[in-house]
């Protein structure tokens, strides 16, 4: 698979990121690569060399010396400053489906609901597989300090079942959303920004 | 944790949807890294052991690979990118479990030669 088969994007990415780079390293992908090279390279150690007896203590003593620089790679590491996913979502207020899902209903869901929905509902899957998706522009608004301010649009993309997923009647309905992490930085500069200002942002 | 562990972690934090702070873990690839090749430098390794280095090289090349692809993914929210960084990060610790087992195996045998009183 090529990492454009992902569809997320990347045209639009940010300034400062190679995709050229990051294309062509996905595609030499050398998993299986390295994994012949090493098989390769030490099976002609192991049966290619004919070593005396005292190069062979000499390679006794080598090779324990190189085991204990590989086992120290064991050693423990730092656990990582990690957010999960259910902190780092954002719950961001109501949002209003447009085209309407339903008859004047509202939908909710916590920040997870939706965030997994997404993964569920990959364009490129759908596309191939049910050859229709549903577009919803979503917008956001964003309540800060007491005061509801615009955050701008998203889209959603729903398959079928996707739709029937997050419209199913025992599940409840969508209220929040994630914002992807750039959008939360543009509120930051916005708070930043507006700070002192009552009005809300449009 | 081990390194390679530990990137299996983060890699799936991230695929899930999480954040993290790549920086340590870079710093982390990157020291011992440099710490493994200063060592096998120090031991002086007979010509024949030498692809070792290479073979160290290629793992150590993977890890730092994939915590780059973290980084990319973590920084464009991206977690579709995460599954490319596990796949590099299995395939450095493949090849130095790989490596790992080989040598054990190379080491075992020359072992049993000196057991058998061949030198």
């Known amino acids: 698979m090529e990492i454009s088969d992902l569809n997320i994007g990347l045209g639009t990415a940010a300034q400062g990121v190679d995709w050229g780079w990051l294309q062509s390293r996905v595609r030499q992908s050398r998993r299986s690569l390295a994994g012949d090279?090493?098989?390769?390279?030490l099976s002609e150690l192991l049966f290619g060399a004919k070593l005396n007896p005292?190069?062979?203590?000499?390679?006794?003593?080598?090779?324990?010396?190189?085991?204990?620089?590989?086992?120290?790679?064991?050693?423990?590491?730092?656990?990582?400053?990690?957010?999960?996913?259910?902190?780092?979502?954002?719950?961001?207020?109501?949002?209003?489906?447009?085209?309407s899902i339903g008859k004047g209903e509202a939908y909710t869901a916590t920040p997870e609901q939706v965030f997994h929905k997404r993964k569920l509902l990959r364009i490129h899957d759908f596309l191939a597989r049910e050859g229709e998706v549903c577009f919803h522009r979503v917008a956001v608004k964003i309540t800060c300090r007491d005061q509801v301010r615009k955050g701008g649009f998203d889209q959603v993309f729903l398959s079928p079942e996707g739709l029937k997923e997050i419209t199913h009647p025992t599940q409840p309905g969508v209220v929040s959303l994630r914002l992807p992490q750039r959008c939360l930085k543009q509120v930051d500069v916005r708070r930043v920004a507006r700070k002192g200002k009552t009005r809300a942002i449009s | 944790m081990s390194l390679g562990d530990a990137l299996y972690e983060a890699c799936l934090v991230v695929r899930e949807g999480g954040w993290l702070d790549v920086s340590d873990l870079r710093r982390e690839v990157?020291?011992?890294?440099?710490?493994?090749?200063?060592?096998?430098e120090q031991a002086r390794l007979p010509g024949g052991l030498g692809k070792i280095g290479e073979l160290v090289e290629i793992a150590f090349g993977d890890w730092t690979e994939a915590v780059t692809m973290l980084g990319?993914?973590?920084?464009?929210?991206?977690?579709?990118?995460?599954?490319?960084?596990?796949?590099?990060?299995?395939?450095g610790a493949d090849t130095m479990?790989?490596?790992?087992?080989?040598?054990?195996?190379?080491?075992?045998?020359?072992?049993?030669?000196?057991?058998d009183g061949d030198f």
């Open chain 1, 37 to 41: 090279q090493v098989q390769n390279r």
């Open chain 1, 54 to 99: 005292r190069e062979k203590l000499e390679y006794r003593v080598k090779l324990a010396e190189v085991l204990d620089v590989i086992e120290d790679l064991d050693a423990p590491v730092a656990a990582s400053r990690s957010i999960p996913v259910g902190r780092r979502l954002t719950s961001v207020g109501s949002l209003n489906w447009i085209p």
């Open chain 2, 72 to 91: 990319v993914a973590c920084q464009e929210d991206s977690p579709e990118l995460a599954r490319w960084a596990l796949e590099k990060s299995l395939s």
């Open chain 2, 97 to 115: 479990r790989r490596l790992r087992q080989l040598l054990e195996e190379y080491s075992q045998a020359l072992c049993e030669e000196a057991d």
């Open chain 2, 30 to 40: 990157k020291t011992r890294h440099q710490s493994m090749l200063a060592r096998l």
